[in-house]
């Protein structure tokens, strides 16, 4: 990251140089063998011009099994093989063909990278750097190659053989019977990550698209047998992403066929494969019975994404990795577009920067903040991350806002013609949206070089806002001043370019003119007149569709927020004017102080919302009354008190439940009719329900409690879940039911069921951790599946009295999990690991609990990901 800890491991953006030899063709033949995987692998090199260093390839965990050049068996002194890399010391000056044979064991890689198995089939994850796990190869990302690959295996125990692009012949081996080969070739030059391969006996379901310019595309989506009922919603979701990608983009689809594949063991979500999506199964299986309003959206979203990597990824990929947010960040925003389009777009942005402000504003503000281009790693595998991946679509957002949509999407249009068939730079990217956006001869309302900073520059910057009144001349004075807190290695920051959309409320209470401030200077004021003369200065709506992706203080006193809270027209700034004051309340609460009159004044402000007159729209309803994320809270207190703040949030539910009951009740009623209506029909209502359920079991409502309980068995995932939720934090009778029906019902469904072991984890009871200690010995629980060790150990996390006891026993927990995790898979293990990154903000019994955990980690045999992510947090 930006501060390395050993600075001879790291990785620096300053040290690119261009891989000296090209490999314009790369063909492996795949032998699958009962314990063993053969690959022989021929890489057609051709030097770059005037180049005389040697080949240097990367291989891990390899064995190898024979060299050549041009069919000639190497000589040992010929080339050598030390740590993770072959050296040939000299290679022919004319073009040349390497040929290389390895054996690898998939059954033995638990690391899910590279070749590995997963129940009985066998994949690939090659992102960032897997495909050195499967022959010896440069491995980087600007080397790009067309590939031809030959799959054989048993044909019984691998009918389906899968890889990238077309298959061009199929056919049984002649030599043994019971096995067959098939032959695939993927026409379009891609880096090695890109490459995948899939065999198992997988289960087809089949569809087309055709594209606007009237190619038939077949779409064969691909699922263990008995999966087959859950694949309709991927499905379509795939038609979608496809169309949406031609109405706005112009981009089409490039091959005859799309294939993807359900796989239970993953370490992300899912793999944007040319040609062969490859999903972790709870991103793929999923109807309204088996999955949330949530989960559908966003395995609809998660399939666009992966999708729109086909321009965004893979016909422009990226130069080095330093390169990530060329293409994760553009892909987020436009799968951010595409959910926006589809749903409903104001309330998209706020989930968005919701997610934003409780995960990148964290990141930003602890010892793993790095920039959207960071210039420095030691684990590639590290940085994929919020920030790389949302604020780096922040980012692109900020372009749009300032060049506006027009000539925004005309620099999109050059971006995606000038680069295809190239590995890019997050430079050429900006340049191309810029050059593209002026070539009407429009001129720039900014500095593109300060606007760059943005790109480099690590942390949250924060925005205040003075507000100056003169009422005899309704003139308005506003100052902003930017300032950027240090982050580790970066301790001087300077002033980047923030688009301000902002307005102020009339007399009436409703916006007026909404306007665009580029603030790009430390200070900078902007003054409004002719407004009306009243004594109070106007209301101020500050940073509409969160046009930053920023942290604000304004001097907005109590009465403004609620004016915003019950008017703005910008869903945005009326939601945060909300979470404003939902703040005040539970920060008030957990630090034991009165707000007892605030708390009269959110109670009638949300009473009005709930009458018959108020909001009528259930999903912003239920939007408007979610409390902000306990990680938001933490960031506000002095010394960040997580359990503290989990008991503000409970007794203020008790609170509304109680005071609001009959209206809440009302709403209630109102919404029961549209309960059962299929996704996205009801989800409003279904929403509302689950926070009304929420207050009102707080409140020792017992009908709603038995009515959640008997959800829990409905038809109805979301209420299911919403149901769960609404229990979790009482210690009832219906609570423990309802875990043990929920348990009965979906004990035989891993990908369901992986939801009840981060329930029962996060349920707040005395005997807690040694509740989880029973569930990582459970015979459902899978060990070698991340989704299962994140909801146990996620939901750990997520039960604030355990995991931050003030002995220190859930940190210490955490840690000796994290050392048994890490010693299989250590993508998995450095994620978690970075739980402890607030330890900072704590109290100090907090924090020197803390500081053994990570010393206990600290001492163990760490893999570079995990050791890379504790030493930063050490610092
Ligand atoms: N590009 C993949 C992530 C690969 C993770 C590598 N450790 C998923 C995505 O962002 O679409
Ligand atoms: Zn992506």
Redesign the pocket.
């Known amino acids: 990251m930006v501060t390395s800890p050993s600075p001879q491991q790291s990785v620096r953006l300053e040290d690119y140089r261009p891989f000296p030899f090209r490999i314009p063709k790369t063909e492996l033949d795949v032998v699958i063998q009962d314990d063993a995987v053969l690959v022989t692998a021929d890489l057609h090199l051709e030097p770059v011009q005037d180049s005389s260093e040697p080949l240097r390839l990367q291989g891990v965990d390899l064995a190898l099994i024979s060299l050549a050049v041009d069919g000639q068996p190497l000589a040992a002194d010929a080339y050598s093989l030390s740590g993770d890399a072959l050296q040939i010391h000299a290679t022919p000056h004319q073009p040349f063909t390497v040929t290389t044979v390895c054996k690898l064991d998939p059954a033995a890689n638990g690391s899910l990278e590279g070749l590995y198995a997963s129940g009985g089939m066998l994949t690939t994850q090659c992102?960032?750097e897997g495909f050195r796990r499967i022959t010896f190869h440069p491995d980087r990302p600007d080397v790009l190659s067309c590939f031809r690959v030959r799959i054989e295996a048993d044909r019984e125990r691998y009918p389906v053989l899968l890889s990238n692009g077309n298959a061009v012949a199929a056919g049984p081996v002649p030599e043994s019977p019971t096995r067959h080969a098939v032959v695939w070739e993927d026409p379009f030059p891609k880096p090695s990550y890109l490459f995948a391969l899939v065999a198992g006996d997988l289960k087809e379901i089949r569809d087309h698209f055709t594209t606007a310019s009237g190619r038939r595309v077949t779409l064969r989506l691909h699922v263990e047998a008995g999966d087959e009922p859950y694949t309709a919603h991927a499905m379509e979701s795939l038609k979608r992403s496809m169309a949406w990608d031609e109405q706005i983009y112009g981009l089409e689809y490039d091959l005859d066929e799309f294939n993807t594949v359900a796989v239970r063991h993953f370490?992300?979500?899912?793999?944007?494969n040319k040609s062969l999506n490859i999903f972790n199964s709870k991103l793929v299986l999923a109807d309204a019975e088996t999955a949330t309003d949530g989960e559908l959206e966003r395995i609809e979203s998660v399939v666009a994404?992966?999708y729109f990597?086909n321009w965004s990824g893979n016909r422009i990929t990226c130069r080095d990795w330093f390169q990530l947010s060329l293409k994760?960040g553009l892909t987020v925003f436009r799968d951010q577009c595409f959910t926006a389009d589809l749903h409903c777009a104001a309330l998209k942005r706020i989930e968005d920067a919701a997610m934003l402000r409780n995960t990148q504003f964290r990141e930003d503000a602890g010892p793993t903040a790095h920039p959207v281009k960071p210039d420095a790693y030691q684990a590639i595998?590290n940085f994929?991350t919020t920030t790389i991946y949302e604020k780096g679509a922040e980012l692109i957002r900020m372009l749009q806002t300032l060049l506006g949509d027009a000539r925004f999407m005309r620099g999109m249009r050059l971006y995606f013609q000038r680069h295809d068939g190239e590995a890019a730079t997050t430079e050429d990217f900006v340049a191309a949206i810029l050059e593209g956006a002026t070539e009407d001869g429009s001129s720039l309302n900014f500095e593109p070089e300060q606007f760059k900073r943005w790109y480099h520059q690590a942390g949250t910057p924060h925005v205040s806002v003075d507000r100056q009144w003169e009422p005899t001349e309704g003139r308005l004075t506003l100052t902003f001043r930017q300032s950027t807190a240090p982050t580790p290695g970066q301790p001087d920051k300077l002033p980047v370019v923030i688009p301000v959309l902002w307005s102020v409320l009339n007399a009436e209470g409703r916006a007026g003119d909404e306007r665009l401030l580029v603030l790009d200077q430390a200070q900078q004021s902007v003054v409004l007149e002719g407004l009306a003369k009243t004594p109070q200065p106007p209301v101020l709506s500050l940073f509409r569709n969160f046009s930053a992706p920023v942290t604000w203080t304004a001097d907005q006193g109590d009465d403004d927020l609620f004016a915003l809270f019950a008017e703005d027209t910008d869903a945005f700034a009326r939601w945060d004017a909300g979470q404003q004051l939902w703040k005040r309340l539970l920060l008030a609460r957990a630090s034991g102080a009165d707000a007892s009159s605030l708390e009269m004044r959110m109670l009638d402000a949300v009473s009005q919302l709930l009458s018959p007159a108020g909001e009528q729209d259930p999903a912003v309803l239920a939007t408007l009354l979610a409390f902000p994320g306990l990680a938001e809270l933490e960031a506000l207190q002095d010394e960040a008190d997580p359990p503290a703040l989990f008991e503000a949030s409970c007794a203020l539910r008790e609170l509304f439940g109680s005071q609001l009951a009959d209206a809440l009740r009302q709403r209630l009623a109102s919404s029961a009719e549209s309960l059962q209506a299929h996704w996205p029909a009801g989800q409003g209502e279904r929403q509302l329900t689950a926070l009304i359920w929420s207050w009102l079991a707080a409140a020792g409502d017992e009908e709603v409690r038995d009515a959640a309980l008997a959800a829990v068995s409905g038809p109805s995932m979301t209420l299911a879940r919403a149901a769960l939720r609404a229990l979790q934090p009482i210690d009832c009778a219906q609570r423990l039911q309802a875990l043990q029906v929920f348990h009965d019902r979906w004990q035989d469904r891993p990908v369901i069921f992986d939801t009840w072991f981060a329930l029962e984890a996060s349920t707040p009871r005395p005997d807690a951790l040694a509740r989880v200690e029973v569930l990582l010995q459970h015979p459902r629980f899978d060990p070698m599946a991340p989704n299962s060790v994140r909801a146990v150990l996620g939901g750990l996390v997520g039960n604030p009295s355990v995991f931050h006891a003030l002995d220190g026993s859930g940190y210490l927990f955490m840690a000796r999990q994290i050392i048994a995790v890490d010693g299989r898979n250590p993508?998995t293990a450095s994620r978690m690991a970075k739980v402890f990154s607030r330890w900072h903000t704590y109290g100090p019994q907090r924090k020197a609990a803390v500081q053994q955990a990570l010393a206990v980690l600290a001492e163990a045999d760490l893999s570079t990901n995990t050791r890379e992510v504790v030493t930063l947090m050490q610092a």
């Open positions: 992102e960032a370490n992300m979500g899912a793999m944007e994404h992966e990597h994760e595998d994929y993508i």
